[in-house]
């Protein structure tokens, strides 16, 4: 009870720190907010991700923002509101499972860590002071993959009579597995390897396994149908992803992780041979090494397939498991009092050692978010401040870090100069698409999106491997807003030019405007 009440205690602590501070100060990838309002916009004008445009990555990210626009209004504050919802269902989900397989202590700091991974305003792997929203979708991976791995591989506790609750849990397992899907599509991978592990280890039962498996189908149908997203579309988004995927690059940066972290792994394995010596299990002891491995290598290579610095939230399930799993020998071992008491210590230790440095990483992006606010330490790009995009702040120059100072300034001024170039060309008729890497454009000032074009232009999504087809991308478009710096050449940035070359001179576009950093196309009515 005195776990449940700390946690609801935290919980609304955090809701009200996030209701307060509403948009953060963006100090770091700034360009990443724009792109989930973009796809929630989009949802908000009747499109559909993967039917009506290209995304590479999962979706949950915009239905989120799109809860948050339901909830404020079209602005940086609605990626805020739609991930206290996230945070409050992962965190109390998270406590809800782990009350029948570990110490309330345990309990109720994983669940708090679950919750603050859910929602901080840090990219993993980023300072404290770099308050963003970049890669989101990482976070929410992280946050159900802990989730999901807490069901699997931590069986309720013996002692415990079966129940309901065994098959509840099971169907909350298939549901996370969907969750990882519509998060990011690594991440449902490692979630289905983790799946067959656990049956591996025989928990859960045959039948239990099966239904969990059902319950995923039944919540992916579910999700389908109410998002309205055709199967073969999104199939069809995620086979152009996997092509445009650099293979040799993803191998190298997972080399570099295993020089830097692989050390730590002969911890994890000298406290699952400890777990081994108990006598009651020298049968089993091949599995804890298989399943400790897993979470680590696991970690390694989501890592590496992400756009990621570091962190490695998944060790603490790891830890979690080793400590649960020698809380459970010591309850009816016969070792003495002080060989227990260090058993467990070291335990927990290790447990608190994978699980503090994100957790606080996550509550001091809070503190200093809050900090900036409170302090005035923010601007507002001054055509931003009458857009519905008022709320995107960022520091003033002078707090800003160094090498991230020339990224804010270009991007601020790119921002200022689309906004009034739009105001000057824009009209009714006007269906806009925008070839940048972010669209912040037409959830500023209210502008219906034109079917197709795509979020995010990344050279991870469309490149010369592949790409979809040009006129999917141009879709019912009139207009076509674009980067027009001399560095990339008629409006094409993020190895468009590679991926597309004659395709785009065909279009026969014609110049309306062209500014410092940007050009606004229009598209002839007899567009091929």
């Not at 969750?179 to 039962?205: D, Q, T």
């Not at 219906?448 to 790409?467: C, D, F, T, V």
């Amino acid at each position: 009870m005195l776990a449940w009440v700390l946690l609801a205690v935290s919980l609304a602590l955090l809701v009200a720190a996030f209701s307060w501070i509403g948009a953060p100060v963006i100090g770091k990838y700034m360009r990443d907010a724009p792109m989930y309002l973009d796809g929630a916009w989009r949802i908000v004008n009747g499109q559909t991700p993967h039917k009506d445009f290209y995304v590479y990555f999962g979706d949950l990210p915009f239905y989120v923002a799109w809860l948050g626009m339901k909830l404020g209004h079209p602005g940086i504050a609605a990626l805020t509101y739609g991930n206290i919802f996230v945070m409050l269902g992962a965190g109390l989900a998270a406590m809800a499972i782990l009350r029948r397989r570990t110490s309330a202590l345990y309990a109720c700091l994983f669940s708090l860590f679950i919750a603050l991974l859910a929602v901080a305003p840090r990219a993993l792997g980023s300072p404290y002071y770099c308050e963003c929203y970049a890669m989101i979708y990482n976070r929410y991976g992280e946050a159900f993959l802990a989730l999901l791995g807490a069901i699997l591989f931590l069986p309720p506790d013996p002692a415990l009579p079966r129940s309901w609750r065994d098959w509840v849990e099971t169907a909350f397992a298939g549901f996370c597995l969907v969750l990882l899907l519509f998060s990011k599509l690594n991440y449902f991978v490692v979630g289905a390897g983790f799946f067959a592990i656990s049956c591996l280890r025989g928990w859960p039962a045959f039948k239990q396994a099966l239904f969990g498996l059902l319950s995923a189908c039944f919540f992916f149908a579910l999700a389908l149908t109410l998002t309205k997203i055709p199967l073969s579309a999104m199939w069809g988004d995620f086979r152009i992803m996997l092509a445009a995927q650099n293979a040799h690059s993803r191998a190298l940066g997972l080399a570099s992780l295993c020089r830097q972290y692989l050390l730590f792994l002969p911890i994890f394995w000298l406290m699952v041979w400890e777990i081994s010596r108990n006598k009651k299990e020298p049968r089993t002891a091949w599995l804890h090494f298989i399943l400790v491995t897993a979470i680590f290598g696991s970690e390694l290579l989501l890592v590496a397939t992400n756009t990621q610095l570091g962190d490695l939230p998944l060790l603490a399930l790891a830890a979690l498991y080793i400590a649960e799993t020698i809380r459970r020998q010591t309850l009816d071992a016969s070792d003495k009092g002080l060989v227990i008491a260090l058993r467990n210590a070291v335990a927990a230790l290790l447990f608190l050692a994978c699980l503090i440095p994100v957790f606080f990483a996550d509550l001091s992006s809070i503190s200093h978010s809050a900090s900036m606010l409170a302090r005035g330490r923010f601007v507002t790009p001054k055509t931003l401040t009458s857009t519905r995009l008022a709320d995107f702040r960022f520091p003033p120059l002078n707090y800003t870090i160094a090498e991230f100072a020339p990224t804010q300034v270009k991007f601020t001024e790119t921002m200022d100069e689309g906004i009034a170039l739009l105001r000057r060309h824009s009209d009714p008729a006007m269906r806009l698409a925008v070839f940048l890497f972010s669209n912040p454009y037409q959830v500023a000032l209210g502008l219906p999106p034109a079917e197709g074009g795509a979020i995010a232009w990344s050279l991870a999504g469309i490149n010369q491997r592949s790409h979809p087809p040009l006129k999917r991308l141009v879709g019912d478009a009139t207009h076509i807003l674009a980067s027009g710096g001399p560095d990339i050449g008629n409006g094409m940035g993020d190895g468009f030019k590679a991926a597309y070359g004659a395709q785009w001179d065909d279009l026969h576009l014609e110049i309306v405007e062209q500014t410092e950093h940007l050009t606004l196309f229009k598209v002839p009515s007899n567009k091929p």
